[in-house]
């Protein structure tokens, strides 16, 4: 008989244009991105040579409009932030980071001799942006980040000094946007700040943090800003505050919402036809109900995690998306997936520890993607808060 891959079908709700980019994008990812994933992964490297070909296809700074960059929708780019998670989270964490976390705060908060200069280019892919957030002692509360930067004088140059730590990108970008505090003339307490600190200033340093078994087809490391001189030119004009790092953070979770869809399906695809065809008690293994249980649950939870996505993404279409809404996208499709990851990996039994079958990388990827971008627990608290009025953060 027929199978049905998935009984949700979104096909109906999608523009022609989006179908197309999100069918293009899932071509180029299993024809040039499938082929090598697993060996990047294996030796913890990021497959560089894809960049121009992330540029070519529009998802370098998708979202955005001008500089050479694609103006896609809010649903075409989490179809691609799909397809791309569907293959690794480590290259949807590179699209992530390029996109929203660098070239979206040049965007939104720079000037426009800092769009000219870095935007372009970024969007080829000749430029690589990474964000400065968190610290060894700054990670769900970026508020209390010890990262400063000294003006030398009024109008003057700034002076950073600190360290950023788990950075995606660090060791190989170009610019990296760093979040430092800093005391404004006039204020009494120091604000937050971002800036461009680029390769090659005097006092920077990248050094990469090795011995990840999660992501490890992404390249991670340090900031270590050592009295780095930075020009004002290179100060962001547009934000003062910790909603400036906030605010990007809400655009790449958008994103992560839809990718972690993408891996679910990965592993969801993989565990059907495993069930199909593997045969003990003289019967395949999908013929068993508590298979059958287990493959119902993670089919049914992808379906509402992509109208979940859906529905949020046609609202940030219209402008009306609230940071809250992007917690819970983000918090119940990614728990979502590293469960259906889990179960995937039960369905193939001793099997399901073997790298050939992918779906050990996807559920230790999503170890990471439960973690970074706040943690489950913090989007928890962020959706408490809104629902009870109550904070329970501190
Ligand atoms: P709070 O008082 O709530 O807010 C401070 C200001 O920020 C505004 N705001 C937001 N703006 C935009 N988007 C959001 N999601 C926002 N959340 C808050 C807020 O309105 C306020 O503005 P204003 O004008 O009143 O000043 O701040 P808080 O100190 O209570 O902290 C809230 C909390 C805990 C939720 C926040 O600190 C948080 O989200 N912590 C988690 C940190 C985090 O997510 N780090 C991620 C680092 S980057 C990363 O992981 C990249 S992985 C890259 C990859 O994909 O590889
Ligand atoms: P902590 O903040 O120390 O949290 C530890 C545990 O305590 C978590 O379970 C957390 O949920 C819990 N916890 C903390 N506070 C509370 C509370 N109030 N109530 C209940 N539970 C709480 N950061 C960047 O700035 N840029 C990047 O590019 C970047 N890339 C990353 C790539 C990778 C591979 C990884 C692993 C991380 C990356 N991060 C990046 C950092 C990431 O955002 C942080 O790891 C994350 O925000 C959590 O911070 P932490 O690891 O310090 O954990």
Sequence with gaps: MDVTPYLIDLDPLLSDEERLIAANTREFCERRVAPVIDEHYERATFPRELIPEFAELGLLGAPLTGYGCAGMGAVAYGLTTLELERQDSGLRSFCSVQSALAMYPIYTYGDEAQRERWL????RGTIIGGFGLTEPNAGSDPGSMRTMARQDGRGGDYVLSGQKFWITNSPIADVLVVWAKTLEHGSE???????LVERGMPGLSTPETKGKLSLRASITGEIVLDDVRVPKANLLPGVVGLKGPLGCLTQARYG????AIGAAMAVYERARAYACERVQFGRPIASFQLTQQKLVEIHNEIGKALLLAYHFGRLKEQGALTPVQVSYLKR??????LEAARTARSILGGNGIMGEFQIMRHLCNLETVFTYE???EIHTLAIGRAITGESAFG
């Design 120 to 123: 372009p280019g970024m969007a």
């Design 256 to 259: 992560i919402g839809w990718g």
């Design 374 to 376: 706040g943690t489950h």
């Design 189 to 195: 307490a120091p604000v937050i700040r971002g800036f």
């Design 332 to 337: 119940d499709n990614v728990r979502m997936a």
